[in-house]
């Protein structure tokens, strides 16, 4: 064990770099392409599906990746998809804005596909007496990357080529650490991994991971509405949202180390039940200063389930069925990002806007009631040994 180490040791960098340079170049174009559509007068609805776009192509690539990406290769896939994401980015540069709708759903396919392969890579580099923190530390560093790249906005300005320029930068660097992966993709070239044959296996582990993305999608598009409604300032409510997200970083390597010496099973739960208690919190506390610590908790309970199925997924699968179960995670993202807001904005013209923190609060005890009746498992037992 000690001799292969290293060689986990070093993938589990390389693989995060490489994700990590491709992130900040997510960050800057989910901020960018917004702000230059409403410049040139698009209407809501158009920039809105625009954004969707995005989350279409993870949606649509997830049934077809297990068997692409075990047969044509892993680490091979890699050079393509960095390749697509760098020239399709390239494309949206110089085209058209019409153009920019097919563009986008190529770019959110290979997105996709490379999160896939990274989440992949590091689940099987990981061991299951340090999965759990390795995933906090991965599920940290998305974090940090993908809001990185909104910050490179106020520096390079919306005009120009510079701020797309520095985001084909980015995925260009991304082949570097790329190049010192060593995976043995025969591993991955079983028969047995299929998206379908995973959601079957594993439901509540899906439905974990959705109640983070779609808690995460409601969270970003309506927090600063809902703080300004309740009295806040944009300033402050925008603030107030950053240092929430600010918790996701902070928090995510304690609860992968809970997972890992307490309970898989107690994480979970736990920060299920305090997502609940902390969202519906919102409703009395938005104008405290206890909200700004709280806000933090929130966020990092929240995505405590995420870190939980990362871990559980790789403690219970492997091979070409965990290609499969990243790809079915990939596309949970896609659908929080189609489904979350649109069921919060219903919400909210129905019943006002402290129908946001109920909506949050509503996703997590969906979740409690299903891992209460699966007895608290996230995959079948039946399913796999």
């Given at each position: 064990m000690s001799d292969r180490q290293p060689s986990r040791t070093g993938n589990l960098v390389a693989a995060f770099a490489t994700v990590g340079a491709?992130?900040?170049?997510?960050?800057?174009?989910?901020?960018?392409?917004?702000?230059?559509?409403?410049?040139?007068?698009?209407?809501?609805?158009?920039?809105?599906l625009n954004v969707a776009m995005g989350p279409i192509g993870i949606l649509m690539a997830g049934p077809f990746l297990p068997r692409l990406l075990s047969g044509f290769g892993t680490k091979r896939a890699s050079y393509v998809l960095i390749a697509v994401l760098m020239l399709s980015l390239l494309a949206i540069s110089v085209a058209p804005f019409w153009m920019w709708f097919p563009l986008r759903f190529i770019f959110g396919l290979a997105t996709s596909a490379l999160f896939t392969v990274s989440e992949t890579w590091v689940?099987?580099?990981?061991?299951?007496?340090?999965?759990?923190?390795?995933?906090?530390?991965?599920?940290?560093?998305?974090?940090?990357?993908f809001a990185a790249g909104p910050l490179i906005l106020p520096w390079t300005g919306l005009d120009g080529f510079l701020p797309w320029g520095i985001g084909i930068a980015c995925i260009?660097?991304?082949?570097?650490?790329?190049?010192?992966?060593?995976?043995?993709?025969?591993?991955?070239?079983?028969?047995?991994?299929?998206?379908?044959?995973?959601?079957?296996?594993?439901?509540?582990?899906?439905?974990?991971?959705?109640?983070?993305?779609?808690?995460?999608?409601?969270?970003?598009?309506?927090?600063?509405?809902?703080?300004?409604?309740?009295?806040?300032?944009?300033?402050?409510?925008?603030?107030?949202l950053g240092f929430g997200i600010i918790g996701n970083v902070l928090m995510f390597y304690p609860l992968g180390w809970l997972a890992d010496h307490w309970s898989r099973r107690g994480v979970m739960l736990a920060s299920a039940s305090v997502t609940v208690v902390l969202s519906l919190s919102l409703l009395v506390i938005i104008n405290h200063w206890i909200a700004w610590p709280?806000?933090?908790?929130?966020?990092?309970?929240?995505?405590?389930?995420?870190?939980?199925?990362?871990?559980?997924?790789?403690?219970?699968?492997?091979?070409?069925?965990?290609?499969?179960?990243?790809?079915?995670?990939?596309?949970?993202?896609?659908?929080?990002?189609?489904?979350?807001?649109?069921?919060?904005?219903?919400?909210?013209?129905?019943?006002?806007?402290?129908?946001?923190?109920?909506?949050?609060?509503?996703?997590?005890?969906?979740?409690?009631?299903?891992?209460?009746?699966?007895?608290?498992?996230?995959?079948?037992?039946?399913?796999?040994?």
């Open positions: 491709c992130d900040i170049a997510f960050g800057l174009t989910l901020q960018l392409m917004p702000l230059l559509l409403e410049r040139e007068g698009w209407p809501a609805w158009a920039i809105g689940l099987t580099f990981a061991t299951r007496e340090n999965r759990g923190r390795i995933m906090g530390l991965y599920t940290s560093m998305l974090s940090v990357t260009v660097v991304s082949v570097l650490p790329l190049a010192f992966v060593t995976i043995n993709d025969e591993d991955f070239r079983d028969e047995g991994g299929s998206f379908f044959g995973f959601v079957r296996k594993a439901p509540m582990l899906l439905f974990a991971v959705a109640a983070a993305t779609l808690f995460d999608n409601v969270l970003i598009s309506f927090f600063t509405i809902y703080g300004m409604r309740s009295g806040l300032s944009l300033e402050t409510a925008s603030l107030m709280l806000m933090m908790l929130l966020t990092g309970s929240a995505f405590g389930v995420y870190v939980v199925a990362l871990a559980t997924m790789g403690d219970r699968f492997s091979g070409a069925d965990l290609i499969a179960g990243a790809a079915a995670i990939a596309a949970m993202w896609g659908l929080g990002g189609l489904l979350g807001p649109p069921i919060a904005g219903l919400a909210i013209d129905m019943f006002g806007i402290g129908a946001m923190p109920v909506t949050l609060a509503a996703f997590y005890v969906l979740l409690l009631v299903g891992l209460v009746a699966s007895g608290g498992r996230l995959v079948r037992e039946a399913a796999v040994g």
